[in-house]
């Protein structure tokens, strides 16, 4: 084990391994004007990313193409490119188990296609980094954004965060391995953004400086031993539980499966200092407020300052966090609310299904409006939306092709 | 009319480098000291299908995402777009905003009567350029049509000026730039046309100018005002 400190110390490319405090609250900023794809890159070239496996599903985000190119530059320790999105997370898996910092990008149907892979993540308590830049997953095919998928992630195990902006994308990807890799937490992060959105969008991020990066991942730290197939921690690969059938393999499973998921309730704690908290609220004493997450988020402060000029007050409550959830501060946040509007990017509204489990007097979320598919939710159907609960006649608005 | 926000969507083809003009206006705008986010929309890359980008110019910080259903300004790069439908919808005017205003790259007129009086309904101002041919006499090729219609809205909204314009071509065609697989080689194409990358800029330059000069001439002649609040 390390016995002395990396910080103030200089990795091969010439940057400083930085304590992450101050490199994310009090280095200097420098504002950028790029698309959410070279953010990704960017934030990883400040990442000290032992290793990238790529499936490199252009065109919903070019990160994998991108982050190759950090790897050619020296950035990025190693880089694969896996044949499948299920052999991309399967070998993430390996690398993770060898005690690498991990990175890889997914969406839409790759997603799907690699979720066997998730659960045993994180039951195998793997730190890695996935982002998952969102795109349509049914028939008709569609390379836009619909926010379905990370529904089907809520209950891998794995900590689930909802990015807004490509400034939240930047941050968080940096942060997300300092909260992932903490002893106490040691599980997968699924970073998820709204595709095209974020990552086709130009928008101004404020970078940190390229010369400093956060310390390496120290694989010692991990709460499992890293596997050794000569002597593994519970036998895990060699003479798994699933081939027995006994009441010691139940227990240990139920067990294992509480860890897991008590490791999701310890990433609260860290999570809620580095991102300064799990939601964030605007005008939070409105009695009408939008709560809802990544870019359904944005078009909902849109909504708000249209409503304002009507005179409509609305407030806005920003989940940041789906896994852990955070029930407490929603119920605090909308203890007061008339109604609660839950914009979503897919027509299934699980975001306010699982608001509505979280509040008591769950019949004031309104479930809407809802696109699927990748299509864009302008301000104006939130707007229209609210002023039709308040009972306010508006004018039919008129859609593309009407 | 002046407008805290305006909203540009820009109606192309596949190749036509619609996605870069609204790039290029975006960061001309944030040279300006403005708000500005630009995205594109489409689907599997391929040339001569129906390509969408918007433009989004501020002056408070913009959320907004996505496609622009309710613009203020439409630009149609090629005439296909209104006369085969290769736009997103049909009318490719739907969603514009009252008082708004339609460039189109045309040497003839393309709207059929019902447009115009649904146009003149919403008192939407429609612009012909002749951008193709600009492009052609100006720089030479016609993968030069995006810089007319960059110049044709500034020239009539003032939404960026010439020198910001200037910059933000520097800044993309001046140095490497990361794109998509399709993105690149039609950098590549556009390079070989001119013997210096100075060439390059200097040319696309004249073109934005140009039409900027020409739009401005038409709005001031029509009193077409739609224009930014100052911040």
């Not at chain 1, 930085?18 to 400040?46: C, L, N, Q």
């Not at chain 1, 998730?118 to 954004?145: H, Y």
């Not at chain 2, 071509?169 to 730039?177: A, D, H, Y």
Request: hydrophobic fraction near 40%; aromatic fraction near 8%.
């Amino acid at each position: 084990m390390a016995t002395s400190s990396v910080i103030g110390k200089k990795n091969k490319m010439g940057q400083t391994y930085t304590d992450p405090w101050y490199m994310m609250h009090e280095a200097p900023r420098t504002p950028s004007f790029f698309t959410g794809s070279e953010v990704i890159k960017e934030a990883i070239r400040r990442a000290s990313c032992d290793v990238m496996i790529a499936y490199p599903i252009t065109p919903q985000s070019e990160a994998a193409a991108l982050i190759g190119e950090l790897f050619v530059e020296g950035y990025v320790g190693d880089y694969f490119r896996g044949e499948s999105e299920f052999a991309v997370m399967s070998e993430c898996a390996g690398a993770a188990f060898g005690g690498a910092r991990v990175f890889t990008t997914t969406a839409g149907p790759g997603t799907m296609r690699a979720m066997e892979n998730f659960p045993m993540w994180a039951g195998a308590r793997l730190p890695i980094q996935m982002i998952v830049t969102c795109r349509g997953i049914n028939s008709p095919l569609s390379i836009q954004p619909d926010t379905l998928e990370i529904s089907y992630l809520l209950n891998t195990g794995m900590l689930v965060w909802h990015a807004e902006t490509a400034q939240d994308f930047f941050d968080w990807i940096l942060i997300g391995y300092l909260v992932a890799e903490e002893p106490d937490v040691h599980l997968p992060l699924a970073l998820c953004c709204d595709g095209f959105f974020v990552t086709h969008t130009k928008d101004v991020v404020q970078l940190t400086p390229a010369d400093m990066c956060l310390p390496p991942y120290d694989p010692y730290r991990s709460p499992v031993p890293c596997m050794d197939m000569e002597c593994p921690p519970v036998r895990m690969m060699r003479d798994p539980f699933v081939m027995k059938s006994n009441y010691i393999s139940y227990a240990t499973h139920a067990s294992w499966q509480q860890e897991v998921w008590a490791a999701v309730e310890r990433s609260r704690k860290h999570t809620i200092r580095w991102l300064d908290g799990l939601i964030e609220v605007d005008n939070g004493d409105a009695d009408i407020l939008i709560v809802s997450s990544g870019t359904a988020v944005s078009q909902g402060r849109e909504a708000k300052a249209l409503l304002e000029e009507e005179g409509i007050d609305v407030g806005i409550v920003k989940i940041k966090t789906l896994r852990p959830w955070p029930g407490e501060e929603i119920r605090e946040a909308t203890k007061h609310a008339k109604h609660i509007i839950v914009p979503e990017f897919n027509i299934i509204g699980w975001l306010a299904r699982e608001i509505r489990a979280t509040i008591p007097n769950s019949d004031r979320v309104f479930a809407g409006p809802h696109v699927g598919g990748g299509m864009t939710m302008p301000p104006e159907i939130i707007a229209a939306d609210i002023k039709a609960l308040l009972g306010i006649k508006t004018a039919a608005l008129a859609g593309r092709g009407s | 009319m002046i407008k805290r926000r305006l909203n540009i969507r820009m109606s192309g083809l596949g190749g036509q480098g619609a996605v870069t003009a609204a790039h290029v206006l975006a960061m001309a705008a944030a040279r300006d000291g403005k708000y500005a986010i630009s995205n594109p929309f489409f689907g599997a890359e391929k040339r001569m299908a129906p390509a969408e980008s918007y433009c989004r110019i501020g002056i408070t910080r913009i959320y907004d995402r996505g496609e622009l259903v309710y613009p203020d300004v439409i630009e149609v790069f090629h005439p296909q777009v209104i006369t085969m439908g290769k736009s997103y919808t049909m009318p490719f005017y739907s969603g514009i905003k009252e008082n708004g205003i339609v460039i189109i790259n045309s040497d003839v007129p393309l709207l059929s009567d019902e447009d115009v009086k649904r146009l003149n309904d919403l008192n939407v101002a429609v612009f012909y350029i002749k951008g193709t041919q600009l492009a052609l006499e100006i720089a030479g090729t016609e993968l030069s049509t995006n810089m007319a219609m960059i110049g044709s809205v500034a020239g009539i909204t003032k939404c960026v000026t010439l020198e910001a314009l200037d910059g933000a071509l520097q800044e993309r065609f001046g140095k490497k730039f990361v794109a998509s697989g399709g993105t690149a080689t039609l950098d590549e194409a556009i390079k070989k046309k001119f013997a210096k990358k100075e060439m390059l800029l200097k040319k696309n330059l004249e073109t934005v100018t140009r039409s900027y000069e020409i739009a401005a001439e038409w709005a001031e002649k029509n009193r077409v005002e739609l224009a930014l609040a100052a911040a």
